[in-house]
């Protein structure tokens, strides 16, 4: 007899359930029930929680109750704060669902190794744009499974870091317009002017620029330049599988977009929607309906936990940035000096190199960018220039997460290395970092021009 599922795995796809029903309804009920049982979900989780992410949950508790004592008449606002941290978190926790069936499959495997197969010249454009491709479905998994199977072909850590590092960067700059992904959720919720399928759109054709360029002129640093001339070994595999897994990205990618166009909610919401049904057909498709079935549901289930630290530190993040952002609006005269006194262009690139080099120095930079988004997005800079402002925020956040040290991507780059998350995120991706930081500078600038 199986073993049932842990309370707390329960209580996180209840969390879903109901949050899902309530954005499909509007039943501020469900709202309601969704964000007990996150409460409930992060207590029950406490022991196994990073301190940063206990930190940032003791931190939104007491901003919370300040605002509830001394501004009691922006409740409104705290609880729509709320329900979009809970709603991230979801986003967490279905991500972690996907990485189960995903990790697991053989086929996906097989698509990743044809990777390796090109010219040495040409082998870290591969794995940096195929990276880039496959993390709609894998996210920082991809960086584990191309040091996995580059360690499987013979490659000793100095051979397989300009690999895993192609794979990272790749990985990275998918946030930048990914709707799937958590970086486009904070920001399209936090401006609420903005058009989400407009930003996907120029996001996208300005990724692409950045993809090619660091493609080409990848800058390696010269401890992670080695073992990419390193020949492939043994038979090389099929295009085949990586362009049916290429494939089911697009899919996954049409479906979320189509379900926030037929129904009106949020990209955020979509995927939430998605990315449940998409793993348990996934899994149908690979064990059959059977005792087998049942078993990977369960593992599947146990996985909305497996994020759970980033999970709470984005739910807690939303209601820290909503607090100081009510905080400020109750300063006499923050509106009118917001719009009339701050130069629109100088504050947005100043934010584009702040958040990163916040992140630099060890500040996650999913605090910056929800207080940004938050302050910002509502304020008549945020109305007038939506665009511009959320460009600015999606490859801040992307920087982020390139050159922070404690980032996921960094970590995983490091263990896959061998070398410490400084060295990956302070010296081997700084050139990286330089260059799509001033080709944002340059669509920014024609942003403001067109008065987007």
């Known amino acids: 007899m199986s073993e049932p599922l842990p309370v707390r795995s329960i209580v996180q796809a209840a969390l879903i359930v109901s949050l899902v029903a309530g954005g499909y309804s509007g039943n501020q009920a469900l709202y309601a029930l969704s964000a007990l049982l996150a409460v409930a979900s992060t207590l029950m989780e406490w022991p196994r929680l990073l301190p940063l992410a206990r930190l940032f949950s003791t931190l939104a508790v007491v901003l919370g109750l300040m605002i509830t004592a001394f501004l009691p008449q922006q409740l409104p606002q705290l609880w729509h704060a709320l329900v979009q941290g809970v709603s991230f978190a979801a986003l967490m926790m279905v991500l972690g669902m996907l990485r189960r069936p995903v990790r697991r499959s053989a086929f996906v495997r097989q698509g990743t190794e044809y990777l390796f197969t090109f010219e040495p010249r040409q082998r870290y454009a591969a794995v940096n744009i195929g990276s880039h491709l496959l993390s709609l479905l894998f996210n920082v998994g991809i960086i584990a499974m191309i040091g996995d199977l580059a360690r499987a072909g013979g490659r000793d850590a100095v051979a397989r870091r300009p690999l895993v590092l192609g794979a990272m960067r790749g990985a ?44 080409a002129f990848p800058l390696l640093p010269a401890e992670a330049s080695h073992g990419v001339s390193r020949p492939v070994v043994g038979e090389a595999p099929s295009a085949r599988p990586l362009a049916i897994t290429i494939g089911i990205c697009g899919l996954l990618l049409s479906i ?7 129904t009106g909610i949020s990209f955020t919401l979509a995927s939430v929607t998605v990315l449940p049904i998409f793993t348990l057909i996934w ?48 300063i ?10 701050v130069p629109v262009l100088p504050l947005l690139l100043t934010a584009l190199i702040l958040i990163p080099v916040a992140a630099a120095c060890f500040i996650p930079n999913s605090i910056f960018v ?20 959320g460009v600015t925020l999606s490859v801040a956040w992307a920087s982020a997460v390139a050159v922070s040290p404690i980032s996921a991507m960094s970590l995983v780059t490091a263990s ?3 070398v ?32 987007l």
């Open 172 to 215: 990275a700059l998918t946030s930048i317009w990914s709707p799937i992904g958590l970086g486009f959720a904070i920001v399209t919720a936090g401006i609420p002017s903005l058009d989400p399928l407009k930003l996907m759109g120029i996001s996208f054709a300005l990724t692409a620029v950045m993809l090619l360029l660091t493609s």
């Open 256 to 262: 979320t977009i189509t379900l926030h166009l037929l």
């Open 283 to 330: 899994l149908a498709l690979e064990t059959g309906v059977g005792p087998a079935y049942v078993a990977e549901v369960k593992g599947a289930v146990v996985g909305l936990g497996d994020l759970r630290s980033e999970s709470t530190i984005f739910l807690s993040a939303n209601v820290i940035g909503a607090s100081i952002s009510i905080a400020l609006g109750a």
């Open 332 to 341: 006499p005269g923050w509106v009118d000096f917001v719009q009339s006194q």
């Open 370 to 389: 929800v207080i940004l988004a938050q302050l910002l997005g509502q304020s008549p800079i945020g109305t007038a220039h939506p665009l511009a402002l």
């Open 416 to 418: 896959q290395s061998d």
């Open 420 to 451: 410490s998350p400084q060295r990956v995120a302070w010296r081997w991706n700084t050139a990286f970092t330089t260059i799509v930081l001033v080709v944002t500078i340059i669509a920014i600038c024609g942003l403001m021009w067109l008065g």
